[in-house]
């Protein structure tokens, strides 16, 4: 019975606090709406709309229904017009980043061909053929340095072999006369001995042609088989020599040897190295300083070859010299002195014989014979003298024209070198097997006549630059040199000044002299009245100028 009493009085706690709520509720309200009425809010009066007594009651509601529908299509304009500058904005904003994307990769691609450019500039730079050079004999334990047989004497490099003798793990040096297919016979017959006084010399004639590319294999049947007959600038002489001393030197020293092969340009330098590995391992061509920068061939187990870039040579040198050494082709501005100093040192009978042109008297109208002759004109029939001086320096540069240089008549000790180094050049080689394969090599090979050839004056031994410090100093000397010449040239213009500054004091003076005051001419001509009034001219002042008339003598007299 106790339990739905309690039932009870639980329903009388809920509905007292009910009406506690809403009590509460109300009298908030009623505080809210006193607030309001002091405020002076009211609430909007609803609209009652038109009344249908109204007249037109269908047109206004009509109009009213017009007006919404185009307060949408406002609306939907306003939200599409919206809606394209957020799309123009974006697509400004994504073409603004593809455009700052496309400068910055820009900026890249031009930082990384000018970083490309400044490494081939580096490549093709004096600097960094000294330095590779230097590589190249500071890592080989013998030293091949290639001469031109036409010219031993202007191909060899003293400061070159003063550094060998001067590094220290008793390196080795070799000369290697190599195009001895361009001289006569008798004439590399007298430049081996002249040679093998100082330093061994072997006799060489690298091939032309390579067995792997070029190399025309000409098959002619016959009964009992085939065989090949090869051209004869395929063939290589003096290999065999070569490699006898190099791997007789590697038994002495009983590990692998390092060879390398230096020279000043185009004397033959990577042909040798593919010639003694019968494969074009390097790169081979008439264009000057083609080697940039160390190559290594392996020839067999014992010999490893090291091809170098060229020897720089010296701007001190002579025009011939750097016409014919330099590695670099030389400027249009240096051509014609380059090719005057070719022709110079040779017989011009003999290079009227070669060329076959007639009589000249000087280089420039050999140039322009030349030309016409090989069909080198410019524009209105002009003769191309520079393109001929080009194809001149072509043909002594490369191996087209057969020239020799004689060797001294007494031999003398090289002053870059001493009894010491030549004494310790010469150990570990046998000169009786060098001897005897070298005259192997001059038997094999055919050579050209000496009247067919051009007798060529060497001008003696080139000066190199094996270090960067010789580069600095020699710029600094073109430098004074300039700033002289500048000098020079200011004070010849003072000179010219100051002798056209006493000239015109002379004038002055002269002039001065040549006018007279009106007292002078009252000593010399009492009666003055007897002078006609206006202008008149001192006749004997003006007859010594000549002719001309001169207006500081005139001078007028006014009437007294």
Not at 14 to 35: A, G, M
Not at 115 to 130: G, I
Not at 423 to 443: R, V, Y
Not at 484 to 510: A, K
Request: charged share 35%; aromatic share 4%.
């Amino acid at each position: 019975m106790r339990r739905p009493k309690l039932k009870k009085a639980s329903k009388r706690m809920t509905c007292h606090r009910r009406y506690k709520i809403q009590k509460k509720v109300r009298e908030h309200n009623r505080k809210l709406r006193k607030e309001a009425k002091k405020r002076g809010h009211k609430k909007p009066k609803k609209d009652l709309g038109i009344p249908n007594s109204a007249p037109f009651k269908e047109d206004v509601l009509r109009e009213a229904e017009q007006r919404k529908q185009r307060r949408e299509e406002l609306k939907q304009k306003q939200k599409l017009d919206r809606q394209k500058e957020l799309e123009k904005k974006r697509k400004q904003e994504a073409n603004k980043k593809e455009a700052n994307k496309a400068k910055i990769s820009e900026k890249k691609s031009v930082a990384g061909q000018k970083a490309k450019s400044s490494q081939q500039l580096d490549k093709n730079s004096k600097k960094s053929f000294c330095k590779e050079l230097r590589k190249v004999m500071e890592a080989s334990d013998v030293v091949l340095e290639v001469l031109d047989a036409r010219d031993p004497l202007g191909t060899r490099c003293p400061q070159v072999e003063q550094l060998v003798s001067q590094m220290d793990g008793e390196k080795k040096i070799l000369l290697v006369l190599n195009k001895i297919d361009l001289i006569p016979k008798e004439n590399l017959e007298k430049w081996l001995n002249y040679l093998n006084n100082e330093i061994p010399t072997i006799a060489f004639k690298s091939a032309m042609q390579l067995k792997d590319k070029t190399v025309q294999e000409k098959k002619h049947s016959k009964r009992r088989g085939a065989y090949i007959e090869l051209s004869r600038a395929s063939l290589c002489f003096g290999a065999e020599c070569l490699l006898k001393l190099l791997r007789e030197y590697s038994m002495i020293k009983d590990r692998l040897i390092q060879i390398g092969v230096v020279g000043f340009p185009n004397v033959g330098k990577s042909s040798i190295i593919n010639s003694l590995k019968e494969v074009r391992a390097c790169n081979v061509g008439p264009v000057r300083g083609l080697t940039k920068c160390i190559q290594i061939v392996h020839i067999d187990k014992h010999i490893k070859m090291l091809d170098s870039p060229c020897i720089v040579a010296a701007p001190s040198s002579s025009a011939l010299a750097l016409a014919l050494r330099s590695n670099t082709d030389t400027d249009d501005e240096n051509l014609l002195d380059s090719a005057d100093a070719i022709l110079k040192h040779c017989s011009k009978q003999q290079i009227m014989l070669h060329y076959n042109i007639p009589d000249y008297r000087n280089s420039l109208e050999f140039l322009n014979l030349l030309a016409q002759k090989r069909g080198m004109l410019k524009k209105g029939g002009l003769a191309d003298a520079e393109g001929a001086a080009k194809l001149l320096l072509l043909d002594w540069t490369g191996a087209r024209v057969s020239y020799y240089s004689r060797p001294p008549a007494t031999w003398n000790l090289s002053p870059h070198l001493s009894r010491e180094v030549v004494t310790a050049a010469q150990q570990g080689f046998n000169f009786q097997d060098l001897k005897e394969d070298n005259k192997t090599t001059i038997k094999a090979v055919k050579y050209p006549n000496e009247a067919s050839s051009i007798v060529f004056q060497s001008p003696g031994f080139t000066d190199g630059i094996t270090e960067d410090n010789e580069l600095l100093e020699e710029g600094l000397e073109q430098e004074k040199m300039e700033a002289s010449e500048d000098e020079e040239e200011l004070t010849e213009g003072e000179e010219e000044g100051s002798e056209i500054e006493s000239d015109i004091e002379e004038e002055s003076n002269r002039t001065a002299n040549s006018k007279t005051t009106c007292k002078e001419l009252k000593s010399k001509n009492a009666d003055l009245q007897n002078l006609p009034i206006g202008k008149e001219l001192n006749i004997e002042k003006t007859g010594d100028l000549g002719d001309a008339y001169n207006f500081n003598t005139d001078y007028i007299i006014k009437g007294i």
